[in-house]
């Protein structure tokens, strides 16, 4: 008997018992479907973070003081800043000073940060410029009262590029308006986009009040030297700063690609996991089908030694059963694939959620849902096969 | 109804069954029943065979052999030519699909399945195509008057037309043999004639057929009996 002979065999014993059907599928139905929703949502947040990975700067060392003995003052001074940037292998090097200050324009106001920084800032934080231009070297040396804003802030305020050259008002005091930063979108803690960068002299004069900086950004030319440069940093800053081999470190040196990818190691761990946990559910319905498939040989006993009668041999029988069992599963795998795309399409909408389905996920759910058929069919089917058709015609 | 065509009766040389010897004990654990003992029978081709005994004589067991549902413990049968007393279970399937067609006492058609589909299902296991199965399943009910229950479910039909359905199916295949186990057992005075009228029928049209029924009115119809009783054939 041909493959196409047995499926539409399969097919009309389906639709003789549509109900019974439709209920044996649904184990395999939910397994597929929740294997499909939970990996989605499992991908969605590995493919979030890496996104948030580029957008955060490559090779991103940050430097940050730390706040020893409980002193309000960083640690870190410009000179550091200077001095770090002598080190072989670094691409771009952005001292930070931020405060927080309410900045106007046209009547419109809005408190937000600002940063004092120095021109690398938009390299080494990977901004893009959408309107205007950067801070330069030129007006950070000379501290000039120049501002960039960043996309939130300049909606925020009102402001387009018509905005360029005109003045705005920072804590009250009046900058000329530079450039206004392309939108990066999607921060976990903090908006990116809503700050205001300045020379960070003028930050430090108008508002630090004294010429420590918080952080520094570094940004390292390859990423196979960020180690080397890292410890090059932290040797250099223990020199500066007078530091006993023995006495612990008055910074941090802090990598957050390294961060994320763990954080994206972790998200991938999850995501077999709760994959692992659907496919119980997945061969839970599997084992359903091998019963109602049990009950199906009993209750066709009679049908099974009519077909030996008339010249059906063992393997037509069981190419028979197990072909029935593979239809459900398959079509449970279908059915389930559909709802489990239909049910991360809603949560992800209502709830806000990324998800991200791969072909490979669904192929490899189509498969599992398929080899679940062939392992929990092949039972059923050599019952049937094995049946003795004398019995079998007798049966009542 | 008119029934002609089917296969020319081979010459009457060979015949068609040929049982040496034949003996079947079933084991009951300790103890063995013997069903039947050392039976010898020929049967020639195009004969109208009845085999008869009252319950518990052997004719199942003998139908269960004949039919190759079943191995005998001792002695040879030859079907056609062809020894089966030592095939394995496919082999004895491949004998039933192509020389063997089948009517039994409760008709044995598959529930919820058509008469078409019933009748073209032996055809199913010869690996004849759909289209060429239709056409032989249509002309085989149609020679039994059913041409207008093609599409009726067995228990959209009568018990006659149940038991003509299924006499369609036993010669759809065009067997050498056809062999119908009480086929009237169900069916009331009127069906059961109809039916018998069928197997002579059949019979003139040259095909081998074997009986096994207790009733000896039935027998009648054959054109030789045997009487089989305890396991052997009376002489």
Redesign the interface.
């Known amino acids: 008997?041909?493959l196409i002979?047995l499926v539409r065999l399969a097919f009309s014993r389906l639709r003789?018992g549509r109900m019974r059907a439709a209920l044996t599928m649904l184990g395999v139905v939910i397994g597929v479907a929740s294997v499909v929703a939970l990996v989605g949502v499992g991908q969605g947040s590995t493919s979030n973070i890496t996104a948030r990975l580029s957008t955060l700067g490559t090779n991103l060392l940050t430097i940050s003081a730390a706040r020893a003995n409980g002193g309000a003052t960083s640690t870190l001074t410009l000179a550091d800043a200077t001095a770090i940037g002598s080190i072989p292998g670094i691409a771009g090097i952005a001292p930070e000073s931020t405060t927080q200050a309410t900045v106007g324009a046209d009547g419109e106001t809005t408190t937000t940060s600002i940063v004092g920084t120095t021109a690398d800032y938009a390299n080494v934080r990977a901004f893009d410029v959408w309107q205007g231009a950067f801070l330069t070297d030129t007006q950070v040396e000379r501290r000039l009262r120049v501002a960039v804003l960043g996309a939130t802030t300049a909606t925020d305020l009102g402001l387009d590029e018509s905005a360029i050259g005109t003045d705005i008002t920072i804590g009250g005091i009046p900058f000329r308006l530079v450039g206004i930063l392309q939108a990066k979108g999607g921060a976990t803690f903090q908006d990116p986009d809503d700050q205001v960068v300045i020379p960070i002299g003028v930050a430090q004069k108008y508002f630090v009040g004294d010429d420590a900086v918080r952080t520094i950004g570094v940004s390292v030319a390859e990423q196979s030297q960020m180690t080397t440069v890292q410890a090059l940093i932290t040797a250099l800053l223990r020199t500066r700063h007078g530091l006993a081999a023995t006495d612990t470190a008055d910074f941090n040196i802090f990598d957050q690609a390294q961060l994320l990818a763990t954080a994206s190691s972790i998200t991938g761990t999850l995501t077999l996991l709760l994959g692992g946990i659907a496919s119980i559910a997945l061969i839970v319905g599997g084992i359903r089908i091998m019963n109602i498939m049990l009950v199906s040989v009993r209750e066709r006993t009679?049908?099974i030694?009519?077909?030996?009668?008339?010249?059906?041999?063992?393997?037509?029988i069981l190419a028979q059963f197990l072909i029935e069992a593979l239809t459900l599963s398959v079509l449970g795998g279908l059915l389930g694939i559909a709802l489990g795309l239909a049910v991360s399409a809603l949560v992800a909408r209502v709830g806000n959620i990324s998800f991200a389905i791969s072909p490979a996920t669904l192929v490899v759910a189509l498969l599992f849902s398929l080899a679940v058929g062939i392992v929990f069919g092949v039972w059923p089917a050599r019952q049937a096969a094995r049946l003795d058709?004398?019995t079998a015609?007798r049966y009542e | 109804m008119t029934l002609t065509g089917g296969t020319a009766p081979a010459g009457t040389d060979t015949p068609i069954i040929s049982l040496r010897g034949i003996a079947r004990t079933y084991d009951m654990g300790r103890i063995t029943v013997p069903a039947l003992r050392a039976v010898d029978l020929d049967v020639q081709s195009g004969e109208f065979l009845a085999i008869v005994g009252p319950s518990g004589s052997g004719k199942s067991t003998m139908m269960?052999i004949i039919?190759c549902?079943?191995r005998p413990s001792a002695g040879t049968y030859h079907l056609a030519g062809t020894p089966v007393e030592a095939l394995d279970?496919?082999g004895l399937?491949?004998v039933?699909?192509?020389t063997i067609g089948?009517v039994?006492q409760s008709y044995?058609?598959?529930?919820?399945t058509s008469a078409l589909d019933n009748v073209a299902?032996?055809l199913?296991?010869?690996?004849v195509s759909?289209k060429e199965r239709v056409r032989r399943a249509t002309a085989a009910l149609e020679r039994l008057g059913l041409g207008d229950r093609l599409d009726h479910e067995p228990n959209e039909l009568s018990g006659g037309q149940q038991q003509r359905v299924a006499v369609a199916?036993a010669i759809v295949?065009d067997p050498a043999l056809v062999l119908a186990d009480e086929p009237t057992g169900n069916l009331d005075t009127a069906s059961g004639h109809d039916v018998l009228e069928v197997f002579r029928e059949l019979h003139r049209a040259g095909r081998t057929i074997v009986l096994i029924t207790h009733d000896a009115e039935v027998a009648e119809a054959a054109s030789r009996q045997v009487h089989i009783r305890d396991g052997q054939l009376l002489a």
């Open positions: 008997m041909s002979e003789s009679r049908e030694g009519i077909r030996k009668a008339v010249g059906a041999r063992g393997r037509d058709p004398i015609l | 269960n039919g549902l079943d279970d496919d399937a491949r039933r699909s192509r089948f039994f044995n058609l598959l529930p919820r299902t032996p199913l296991y010869q690996g759909r199916r295949t």
